[in-house]
């Protein structure tokens, strides 16, 4: 038979504010155990929380964004269960009226297409502590500085069919909260996280299939692994006359396996009601405007304004979009430089593969955007061909100072004098007359190796057109 | 409305609560005469009235985004059954 | 000179002022009191006498530096509900015997800050939830008119020290009637406030949308002089009201002429007794003397207000209780198997008999299934509860009737049965599930034991009722009579 997969992803997103969402404590990530945790955030007897307007805003921002309504009044409900890092018994978020309704985001496929995805809702709500599994005698110990940090949750609509689809999602809401400058998308700090949900059905059935949630998955490689190793193991179970359980299960990327969650199961019943500690959450339309105002280009405005401005190739423009950093990056090189395309593919080829190669990202680059188009610049007036800007490339990267100290120090600037020229090609044409005569017999294939006899002897340097130039003259003279 | 055996063990395990067997029944008796006592808010048709989860009919205020809390671990630590290392100690957590 | 105990806070504080005697002397007298008497009555869990000689000297001081507030050096109880740094706050239970709190209640920080002088703190029925002290984990308090009685609850410490004179005043907490109806059974006078005017921050929750601290004096004006200290607005809690305080001393002399008494027929008819039911008749035609004119009035949800209150407030109780879970602080069971043997050991331990069934109520009403059945019909009902006062406020100014049912009923009598028990609070709680202020002040005898009038008014408007109860006490002797025997 052949299956159909269903996926749902729900987002967490950490707010990068500077207080809690309910607490004025630092959100500040790596401080010691529990020294970011102030009484509201211990759960202490008698305290009471207060909403943080810039999570509030953060959350406008992101509905926005997506062409969502920003609800005028939602509410927040406590949702009841017992865990050691929840230290209130319950987790203060919203159910019934999220503060970010029904929005949208556009993902691309690999083959090109595009594909628009549903978001549910996207709501409000304080993050938990953490445990940490270290033995302390047989015990677990409890870290609370991260309880009370902001987080928004991100709920799609079930409307992936591939883990490579749940990824580009995944991908496109993390650019998204990091063009916004609400979240720091650090997934490895935990700050951007997700839950898949996740169901197989026969292709062709309308009916989704018993869905199984994956929780707290931390990169995008993990998620695509994780969903791909849920698919496989529900068919498994379907094909072999199986029921897949409703159930929560957790993704251990050392065996690149999921497994269930046997202890949360009990604890199902939430118990969700309004919290009576605050009031609801009551957003004008003015608020809503003075938000919208403060809205960066998003990816996809500024795609279709690298290709009609920049006139890039719309693989460009989605590459250097990918991240406002990198599109920052990109447009600093081409103002500077002039020459859009140039830019492009440098900060596509040289630079981006630096970095990969390096692990780093584009705002811990060696090479500053303002150094890089003083490579291309030098390019551009015939100082050094591409070739050689690939070496001078190089030797910034390493520090060894700006394009034109390098250029100075290596004397690797081109020649283009043609008399200059001239001399070397007369010499290598005297020094190899089989070469010369079997070209002359129509092997125009040879044209090449001349050219490279002549770069060799002017150690590259020789500018690539007038030698073109000059030496077909000679060659067919 | 009555409750039997199995329901205040249900509830009792929901809200985290030790109960010793013996009193059981007398907490399914008192549960229950609560319950039937408020069964009486049945006999009123509220089909049309807008729920009121809070006595004032306000918005809520919002905070400006600043840190204004420090924190003194040692003194709300010094209340703690079981620290170590600044941490809070609990029976191993099985995920 | 009146004893000092005898003395009201307005009599304290002019006394100070005049330099009769100093604060460390009124700290001294009145600890020596409560060491001489509180034995027969248990209204103190904790007396912190050094801190109070501390703060009596400090009062001193600032009186010498000329620095003196009107209600510098005066001594007050609070409620062991209010969390006081350094000192052991217990909520009446177990489960906070050993829970010094790091940090001040924002009522007691701004009395400190007022001046006044904490003798310690009152018992209490346990986290709240209870109607005559019974519940407390430290022995149930004794009404010092007849100590086999109950004083009423939850605030049955504060009400017994104030009435047998081991405090001049003292703080209260309010969801469902916990300040008034012990002013009543103990012959005192207290308010329970607009929601909102009171900061709730550092009171320890019950029922959040229910609760609200108030004074607990022995007259309504001595009620107006602590309340002008404990309202206002905080930031810390999101329910608290940004409004100004109202001067509540300005208007305590306001004539009753024409002030409308509405007399709701529901609070006159079954169950109540019928020697309450003359006390409060004479009440009413006291205050027809002094130019009020009764209104016949009806509440007609009344009788749904219990049902819908054992809805409300153990639901959020269930949830507001789930952070005592022995992990960061109170209670922690011994040598706990597991996790979640740890959770039901040390809550099961931790928590008394009253306390277990409100959290099993609550959590049952919000459990999937049940909850629009429960909490959603509830909440529906509290709105035509609410609209009810509504309706009448459009007819009168003030609200009259009595406060409980009966007089102080005998220690142990309605403890086996938690519905009876809950009715004793039939008059006061459709007052907190509407959120309005009311008070209760002492209106005569059956028995040889008090009698409360309770007087509700429409939103913020505490210096009305403060207004019309000290007129009333200017003309009886009601609030004055004090126990035999203390």
């Known amino acids: 038979m052949e299956w159909e997969t269903v996926i749902g992803l729900e987002i967490h997103a950490q707010l990068a504010t500077r207080s809690k969402i309910f607490s004025g404590a630092s959100t500040a990530y790596g401080a010691e155990p529990n020294t970011q945790a102030c009484l509201v955030d211990l759960g202490m007897p008698g305290v009471l929380p207060v909403l943080n307007e810039g999570a509030v805003r953060m959350a406008i921002k992101f509905g926005l964004a997506i062409n969502a309504q920003i609800a005028p009044r939602s509410v927040f409900a406590r949702k009841n269960y017992f865990y050691p890092d929840l230290p209130k018994g319950y987790q203060i978020s919203q159910f019934e009226l999220p503060v970010v309704g029904h929005g949208q985001v556009t993902i691309d496929l690999e083959d090109g297409q595009r594909k628009v995805i549903g978001v549910t809702r996207a709501h409000l709500e304080e993050d938990a502590g953490k445990s940490l599994h270290e033995d302390f005698h047989g015990m677990t110990g409890i870290d609370l500085n991260r309880a009370g940090t902001p987080l928004l949750e991100i709920v799609s609509e079930p409307d992936m069919r591939s883990a490579k689809e749940a990824v580009a999602y995944m991908k496109k809401i993390h650019a998204l909260v990091r063009y916004l400058e609400i979240c720091d998308g650090n997934m490895q700090e935990g700050s951007f996280r997700c839950d898949a949900n996740v169901s197989v059905r026969p292709k062709g059935q309308h009916a989704f299939g018993t869905r199984a949630e994956i929780k707290n998955i931390n990169s995008f490689r993990f998620v695509e692994r994780a969903i791909n190793y849920e698919v496989e193991r529900q068919i498994d179970v379907l094909e072999g006359g199986g029921k897949v359980v409703q159930e929560t299960r957790l993704y251990d990327p050392d065996k690149g396996e999921t497994r269930s969650m046997r202890g949360k199961e009990d604890s199902h019943d939430y118990r969700y009601f309004p919290d009576p500690d605050l009031l609801p959450l009551e957003i004008a339309a003015d608020t809503i405007e003075a938000v919208r105002a403060t809205l960066p280009e998003l990816p996809d405005a500024k795609r279709s304004r690298f290709v009609d401005h920049y006139g890039l190739p719309e693989y460009d423009a989605t590459v250097l979009t990918a991240s406002r950093e990198l599109a920052d990056y990109f447009e600093a090189v081409a103002k500077a430089c002039g020459e859009a395309k140039l830019a492009a593919n440098w900060v596509m080829g040289e630079l981006s593969g630096a970095l990969n190669k390096a692990g780093l990202e584009i705002t811990e680059s060696p090479v500053s955007s303002d150094a890089l188009s003083g490579l291309l610049a030098r390019i551009i007036d015939k100082t050094i061909s591409g070739k050689i800007a690939k070496e001078v490339f190089e030797a910034m990267w390493n520090g060894e100072g700006d394009a034109d100290r390098v250029i100075e120090q290596k004397g690797l600037r081109q020649i283009t004098d043609s008399s200059a020229i001239e001399a070397a090609i007369d010499a290598v044409i005297a020094a190899n007359p089989t070469q010369l005569e079997q070209y002359r017999g129509g092997k125009d294939k040879l044209f090449g190796f001349f050219v490279g006899q002549v770069m060799k002897a002017t150690q590259g340097k020789a500018n690539p057109a007038q030698l073109n130039e000059l030496l077909k003259q000679k060659l067919d003279g | ?95 | 000179m009146k004893e000092l105990h005898q003395q009201s806070v307005a009599e304290l504080a002019a006394g100070l002022a005049r330099g009769d005697f100093s604060s460390v002397e009124l700290t001294e007298a009145l600890l020596a009191r409560i060491a001489q008497h509180d034995d027969r009555l248990n209204s103190y869990i904790s007396v912190t006498a050094e801190r109070a000689l501390e703060q009596a000297r400090a009062a001193d001081s600032a009186r010498a530096a000329g620095q003196a507030g009107p209600l510098t050096g005066v001594p007050l109880a609070h409620k062991d509900i209010f969390c006081t740094r350094g000192i052991r706050t217990s909520c009446g239970s177990k489960m906070l015997d050993t829970f010094i709190s790091p940090y001040d209640a924002t009522v007691v920080e701004r009395l400190d800050r007022a001046g006044m002088v904490m003798l310690g703190k009152t018992n209490m029925d346990e986290f709240a939830m209870g109607s005559s002290n019974e519940t407390s984990f430290y022995g149930p308090v004794r009404n010092p008119w007849d100590t086999e009685t109950v004083p009423g609850g939850s605030s049955g410490g504060s009400a017994a020290a104030v009435a047998a004179r081991l405090a001049p005043i003292a703080t209260g907490t309010d969801t469902g009637g916990s300040i008034r109806q012990p002013a009543a059974l103990c012959g005192i006078t207290g308010l329970k406030p607009t929601y909102g005017v009171v900061s709730r921050y550092g009171m320890i929750a019950f029922a959040s949308s229910l609760d609200q601290a108030g004074p607990m004096g022995r007259s309504a004006e001595d009620c107006a002089l602590l309340l002008g200290a404990m309202a206002g607005f905080d930031e810390r809690d999101s329910t608290s009201l940004d409004r100004p305080v109202d001067d509540y001393t300005a208007t305590l002399e306001t004539p009753l002429d024409g002030l409308r008494i509405g007399l709701p027929q529901e609070f006159f008819g079954d169950g109540l007794d019928g020697e309450v039911a003359r006390v409060i008749d004479e009440a009413v035609a006291e205050l027809r003397r002094l130019g009020a004119e009764p209104v016949e009035i009806s509440l007609p949800n009344t009788a749904l207000a219990v049902p819908t209150y054992y809805v409300v407030a153990p639901a959020e109780c269930s949830s507001n209780l789930s952070r005592f879970d022995g992990v960061r602080f109170g209670h922690r069971c011994d040598a706990p198997r597991d996790l979640e043997d740890l959770y039901k050991r040390s809550r099961g331990e931790g928590f008394g008999a009253e306390v277990k069934r409100r959290i099993m109520i609550g959590t049952y009403a919000l459990s999937s299934g049940y909850y629009d059945a429960y909490y959603l019909k509830a909440q529906k009902l509290r709105r035509l509860i609410s609209d009810d006062f509504r309706a009448a406020f459009a007819q009168c100014d003030v609200i009259a009737g009595p406060t409980a049912p009966t007089p102080a009923f005998r220690l142990g009598e309605k403890a086996d049965d938690p519905v009876t028990m809950y009715l004793s609070d039939i008059y006061t709680i459709a007052v907190n599930l509407a959120g309005l202020p009311a008070l209760s002040m002492p209106a005569g005898f059956s028995q040889g034991l008090p009698v409360g009038l309770q007087l509700i008014g429409n939103y913020f408007s505490e210096a009305r009722l403060l207004g019309v109860a000290h007129r009333y006490q200017q003309a009886t002797d009601w609030h004055t009579r004090s126990p035999d025997g203390f």
């Open chain 2, 1 to 95: 409305m009555s409750l039997n055996r199995e329901d205040v063990v249900k509830i009792a395990h929901l809200a985290r609560l030790a109960i010793d067997e013996q009193s059981v029944p007398e907490y399914a008796r008192n549960l229950s005469s609560i319950l039937d006592f408020v069964a009486t808010m049945e006999q009123v048709d509220t089909h049309a009235i807008a729920p009121m989860a809070h006595p004032l009919d306000l918005a809520q205020r919002l905070r400006a985004d600043a840190v204004t809390e420090e924190v003194d671990r040692e003194t709300c630590q010094a209340i703690a059954p079981q620290v170590e290392a600044g941490l809070y100690l609990v029976p191993k957590v099985i995920e």
